[in-house]
């Protein structure tokens, strides 16, 4: 079965902490994805990745920066935590190669306080 | 610029109905369209993929459909379980650089037993 593994599921930071969410991915995807979702906002594509050490910025890169060293993992960084961050982060991966199918994570719950 | 929109943002069943919840989109030029169900503060779950040169998939209880001509997708689900309560999502892939998604905001389904 296909597997996008968040590291954590809920995290509390205060202002101004540096936070990594991390993003792992089992199936030899290449292009890997990271999304916030907020109420009445819907998905908005933050950053993506669609190999080794590239990257790509999406529609709110801002305050926001990636990490792609292997395949199999894409990390997002937050310099500065800021409370307008908060929000829950979805990573993704899709199967381009083949079908386009995307497949997410469980979520990473945020509060910045 | 893609626009997705489903309607109703909301749905209340009784268990057993048959229902369709709508996707809309404002370009036919697409690659893909997928179809997710979210639990509350859970990731989003696959649930079909439908590619350009299809018309309709199935798994189990749902059917999933595409028109591009009329820039509509449909999402029939048989028999609805209390279960089936989740948020569903469309998104379509507009191809091209393989990072143009666009995602609907999702109609909340509510299967009352």
């Known amino acids: 079965d296909v597997k996008v593994t968040q590291s954590s599921r809920y995290l509390v930071k205060r202002t101004g902490e540096k936070v990594f969410l991390e993003c792992v991915q089992d199936?030899?995807?290449?292009?890997m994805f990271w999304y916030r979702q907020d109420p009445g906002l819907g998905l908005r594509l933050i950053y993506f990745?669609?190999?080794?050490?590239?990257?790509e910025k999406g529609d709110i890169p801002e305050g926001y920066s990636v990490s792609r060293e292997k395949k199999e993992r894409f990390s997002l960084i937050l310099e500065s935590a800021s409370t307008n961050q908060t929000s829950m982060y979805l990573c993704a991966s899709m199967d381009f190669a083949n079908t386009g199918e995307l497949f997410f994570g469980e979520g990473s719950r945020l509060t910045v306080l | 610029k893609q626009e997705v929109t489903q309607i109703p943002a909301a749905l209340s069943v009784p268990e057993g109905e048959n229902l369709v919840l709508n996707c809309s989109f404002t370009d036919s030029a697409i690659y893909n369209l997928q179809w997710f169900r979210q639990d509350p503060g859970k990731g989003l779950t696959s649930l079909l993929l439908i590619q350009s040169s299809q018309r309709e998939q199935t798994s189990g209880r749902l059917n999933a459909s595409l028109d591009k001509s009329s820039g509509r997708s449909t999402l029939y689900i048989a028999a609805s379980q209390p279960g089936d309560s989740a948020t569903y999502l469309c998104a379509v892939n507009s191809g091209g650089s393989n990072y143009k998604l666009t995602f609907g905001k999702g109609t909340l389904l509510t299967v009352n037993p």
């Open positions: 990745s669609y190999d080794v050490k590239m990257k």
């Open positions: 199936m030899d995807h290449e292009n």
